[in-house]
T-cell receptor, first 118, second 114 residues
Framework: AQTVTQSQPEMSVQEAETVTLSCTYD???????LFWYKQPPSRQMILVIR??????QNATENRFSVNFQKAAKSFSLKISDSQLGDAAMYFC???????????????FGKGTLLTVNP | DTGVSQDPRHKITKRGQNVTFRCDPI?????LYWYRQTLGQGPEFLTY????????KSRLLSDRFSAERPKGSFSTLEIQRTEQGDSAMYLC????????????FGDGTRLSIL
């Protein structure tokens, strides 16, 4: 079974600064997808960024980028120019690339609560 | 695209009562998922539908839980004889087919057992 570990329960950053959230995972599979989701307080979980394991290039979405280290099974999220609206719980998630059944499920870490200070 | 809709947002009930939650996925999505999220934890997978067929159930889904997706549209999750441990946020997500398609989540239903 796959596991996802987020070792930072809480992080804080000053507005306009850069912060990196850590995520490691364990799997025996060679092809899979990795995601970062953001869950603001009492609000909907939304997708921030995703990475296909077969792609060596790190994904980027505006101020959000990842550092994907496949051999180390590491998938960190970097938020540049942090904004007050970035404050939320961030979850790292894994999904198998295999078809069928439970392979479609997301396996989440416990999350990192990000605080943005003005 | 109106997003994934869940109803109700909050449900408070006494232990032993039955509760039912509803999820309306994004209209063109044929895959639908239920997750449970307890305080301080990430969501945990409960079950998955492709169209109307329930293709996977987690061991977390005890006999008191049942989920349906009639006609492959909305889905319901019923919990019978609720227990204190059922208190959680129940999240629904949907996606289209295709491996790289992300899951889109609803706001969730927060269940509190008195």
């Amino acid at each position: 079974a796959q596991t996802v570990t987020q070792s930072q329960p809480e992080m804080s950053v000053q507005e306009a600064e850069t912060v990196t959230l850590s995520c490691t995972y364990d799997t025996s599979e060679s092809d899979y997808y990795l995601f970062w989701y953001k869950q603001p307080p009492s609000r909907q979980m939304i997708l921030v960024i995703r990475q296909e394991a077969y792609k060596q290039q790190n994904a980027t979405e505006n101020r959000f980028s990842v550092n994907f280290q496949k051999a180390a099974k590491s998938f960190s999220l970097k938020i540049s120019d942090s904004q007050l609206g970035d404050a939320a719980m961030y979850f790292c998630a894994y999904r198998s690339a295999l078809s069928g059944g439970s392979n479609y499920k997301l396996t989440f870490g416990k999350g990192t609560l990000l605080t943005v200070n003005p | 695209d109106t997003g994934v809709s869940q109803d109700p947002r909050h449900k408070i009930t006494k232990r032993g009562q039955n509760v039912t939650f509803r999820c309306d996925p994004i209209s063109e999505h044929n895959r639908l998922y239920w997750y449970r999220q307890t305080l301080g934890q990430g969501p945990e997978f409960l079950t998955y539908f492709q169209n109307e067929a329930q293709l996977e159930k987690s061991r977390l889904l005890s006999d008191r839980f049942s989920a349906e997706r009639p006609k492959g549209s909305f889905s319901t999750l019923e919990i019978q004889r609720t227990e204190q441990g059922d208190s959680a946020m129940y999240l629904c997500a949907s996606s289209s087919t295709g491996g790289r398609q992300p899951q889109h989540f609803g706001d969730g239903t927060r269940l509190s057992i008195l």
